[in-house]
């Protein structure tokens, strides 16, 4: 708890004031950080927490979690209804697990744990960029076109370059070198939400009286109902602690920034996904300690 309070924060801070002093600051990192910052973060963290097949659970939490919470979203008649828009039901599925999610698991939980955080933030992301746009632009499923975003995403370009050092010599050696450039990547990708928060935060969008409930709806799935099912999941499906803390803290994180840019991509719903970001990534900083220390309480199991 000490890590998370002591670097985190103090990481979305920093941004936050930057931001609002330079509202074009982030746009301006994040092109890079996502094109080589993530792959070589990913990388890292990677060759340092291990690739064993036993990661692949993880993986198949975050596919199981992601689909089943889009299912309730676009199925269930009541929530599509409270939440209506393409991007706040991307945004209410989809988490922050690069950006926050996985310092939070270096912050609170042990090394055992990290390889699954990450196998979860590598799905998700795919799960992301592949199902994402076209939930936002309301187009129907396209298998060649999920695969060819899949194909581009800087999430499988990291985990394509780890697995190639994972099988090469020099593969523990290299995850010891990148270990702590990882770790300055991660908090500057920490800044870099900061600084969007910031910059939202000077731009004062109002937000409409209509769009009140589908915000707020969009808020509760992604930060409590989202945990929830993972925990039910992990109940039905018995996971070792380690991967158990794992998936649900991952699932608990706030908004994808993704989930943004893909809106701000296809010029529908930017700022009510704005809106959901900011949100959640500030009440994510009191919601995540809380679903740790409930993790905590919880039987194994």
């Given at each position: 708890m000490l890590r998370f309070v002591s670097e985190l924060i103090p990481s979305l801070l920093v941004g936050l004031l930057l931001g609002l002093r330079f509202p074009q600051l982030p746009?301006?990192?994040?092109?890079?950080?996502?094109?080589?910052g993530v792959p070589l973060t990913l990388v890292g963290l990677l060759l340092r927490s291990g690739m064993g097949r036993e990661l692949l659970v993880s993986g198949a939490?975050?596919?199981?979690?992601?689909?089943?919470?889009?299912?309730?979203?676009?199925?269930w008649a009541p929530l599509r209804r409270s939440i209506p828009h393409g991007g706040l039901q991307l945004g209410a599925v989809v988490g922050n697990t690069g950006y926050f999610g996985i310092p939070v698991a270096v912050a609170l939980l042990p090394p055992a744990s990290l390889g699954h955080s990450i196998s979860y933030d590598l799905v998700g992301t795919l799960f992301t960029w592949s199902v994402g746009p076209l939930l936002v632009q309301g187009?129907?499923?396209?298998?060649?076109?999920?695969?060819?975003?899949?194909?581009?995403?800087?999430?499988?370009?990291?985990?394509?370059?780890?697995?190639?050092?994972h099988l090469s010599p020099w593969g523990a050696e290299l995850g010891r070198l990148l270990w702590w450039p990882s770790q300055l990547l991660l908090l500057l990708a920490l800044s870099v939400v900061g600084m969007r928060l910031g910059?939202?935060?000077?731009?004062?969008?109002?937000?409409a009286p209509g769009e009140v409930w589908p915000l707020g709806s969009a808020l509760a799935f992604k930060l409590l109902a989202m945990p929830l099912l993972m925990v039910a999941l992990t109940r039905l499906i018995p996971l070792p602690l380690a991967v158990r803390d794992a998936v649900v803290l991952q699932a608990a994180a706030p908004t994808a920034v993704s989930a943004l840019l893909l809106a701000e991509a296809a010029g529908r719903d930017a700022e009510r996904t704005a809106h959901l970001v900011l949100a959640t990534t500030l009440l994510a900083l009191l919601t995540v300690p809380l679903w740790w220390r409930l993790l905590a309480l919880l039987p194994a199991g």
């Open positions: 746009s301006r990192l994040a092109a890079p950080l996502v094109n080589w939490m975050a596919a199981l979690v992601n689909g089943a919470g889009l299912l309730l979203l676009l199925g187009l129907a499923f396209d298998a060649r076109r999920a695969l060819a975003v899949l194909w581009g995403s800087p999430a499988f370009k990291g985990l394509a370059i780890a697995l190639l050092l910059a939202s935060l000077r731009q004062g969008v109002p937000l």
